[in-house]
């Protein structure tokens, strides 16, 4: 029973988005498709510890959730064309953009601009990655109710909108994938850094889903320089999740960490990603560069490896596709193990980034370094006073103690 039980989470983790995205493209509703996959992957709980494992349990999810959404159509009083056709069991391909997949369709229409980002979000992790709704609002740390309305929303806004269900054509392609991407680094940053106070520091299922999501995109657009770069950054970063917390529940900064705790698969999977976009080479994109300077990280054994030389250089590369203020703040960290601290500090006057907590924190280090101690007590105190999770409180109250009261 355990071994049909084990299959029923692996069809649900692996055939989840394409028996959605099939039934989306045949009905041409996604509530429908939805719910009917819902009912289907049910079936499968009562039947396949009856019947056995079907040899193909993708087909059978997807013929199920068919039956069953022909039989509700049927039911129904009012239908629009597409249902009708849907009932005729009309299933012509038709050419709906450069690649014809029906994920990367649903992943597209999920992470459309018209929704806003939280929206695009929620959708992504319900419809393609298969979430609850439930466990998608714990993730979140909102009500399920309030996920759930903007779920509905969401579809709502779909349908009403009349936004089409395909991949964008070719010319269109780019500004849509990086569209795509924004709404996985999202997912990824929300489960990573933990930003909500007193809460988890890393919440995994949401890290998780967002590499696995990365992974399917990569499968479907395996040419596209900047999706092989965003799941490099992920692997990286994620390679180093066990070593980011002390047993205490304090963040232990890069130079601090137990390297011999970092997943060496990760970082071997990334730095081949990695290497072969720079073999590729193709003008890098933001999360390439970002990918390439976790490489230098990761590829240290000890913090006094590090060739920061190219970490500033790579940073350089950076600004030039992103001038961001916080591309010129971690540009700066590294300028200080180079260049030394007075020369990152001087770099920091000026930047807007009074609301941004990393920037005191950084800041009160470097002050720290240089021995202001009473400036960088006010920089702790500043960063402290800013929301962030336990772990990063913890540790900033140590290091602003351990300053003294002199």
Request: charged letters at 30%; glycine letters at 8%.
């Amino acid at each position: 029973m355990s071994d049909v039980h084990a299959a029923i989470e692996r069809a649900h983790r692996e055939q989840w988005a394409q028996v959605v995205a099939t039934l989306a493209r045949r009905i041409g509703d996604l509530d429908i498709a939805e719910e009917m996959a819902a009912e289907a992957f049910a079936a499968a709980v009562e039947r396949w510890p009856v019947d056995g494992v079907p040899p193909k349990p993708g087909a059978w999810l997807t013929t199920t959730a068919h039956r069953k959404a022909i039989d509700r159509l049927r039911r129904e009083v009012r239908r629009d064309e597409k249902q009708r056709e849907a009932l005729m069991l009309a299933d012509t391909p038709e050419p709906l953009g450069v690649i014809d997949d029906d994920r990367l369709r649903l992943v597209f229409t999920c992470c459309h601009p018209a929704l806003n980002l939280e929206a695009r979000v929620a959708l992504t992790l319900r419809m393609v990655g298969g979430l609850t709704v439930a466990e998608i609002a714990r993730a979140f740390l909102v009500q399920e109710t309030a996920m759930s309305r903007r779920i509905t929303r969401a579809k709502e806004k779909i349908k009403a909108a009349h936004i089409p269900y395909r991949v964008p054509d070719r010319e269109d392609l780019p500004g849509r994938v990086a569209g795509v991407l924004t709404v996985l680094f999202l997912i990824f940053n929300e489960g990573y850094l933990g930003s909500e106070p007193g809460g988890e520091t890393v919440r995994g299922e949401l890290t998780g889903e967002a590499i696995r999501l990365a992974r399917l995109v990569k499968v479907l657009l395996p040419d596209d320089g900047e999706v092989a770069g965003l799941l490099a950054l992920m692997l990286l970063i994620e390679a180093r999740r066990a070593a980011r917390v002390s047993a205490g529940g304090e963040l232990v900064p890069l130079d601090e960490q137990d390297r011999g705790a970092w997943d060496r698969a990760l970082i071997a999977e990334g730095h081949a990603l990695v290497r072969a976009r720079l073999a590729a080479g193709e003008a890098p994109g933001r999360y390439q560069i970002l990918a390439a300077i976790n490489a230098v990280h990761t590829d240290a054994r000890d913090i006094r490896d590090t060739d920061w030389w190219q970490v500033v250089a790579l940073y350089d590369q950076l600004a030039r596709v992103d001038p961001s203020p916080i591309v010129r703040l971690n540009r700066a960290i590294a300028v200080a193990e180079v260049d030394g601290p007075e020369v990152a500090l001087a770099q920091l006057e000026g930047l807007p980034l009074d609301g941004y907590r990393a920037f005191h924190a950084t800041r009160a280090d470097l002050l720290r370094r240089v021995g202001r101690s009473g400036d960088a007590r006010a920089a702790y105190e500043r960063a402290i006073a800013l929301d962030g999770n336990s772990a990063e409180t913890a540790y900033l109250v140590r290091r602003r103690d351990q300053l003294g009261r002199g």
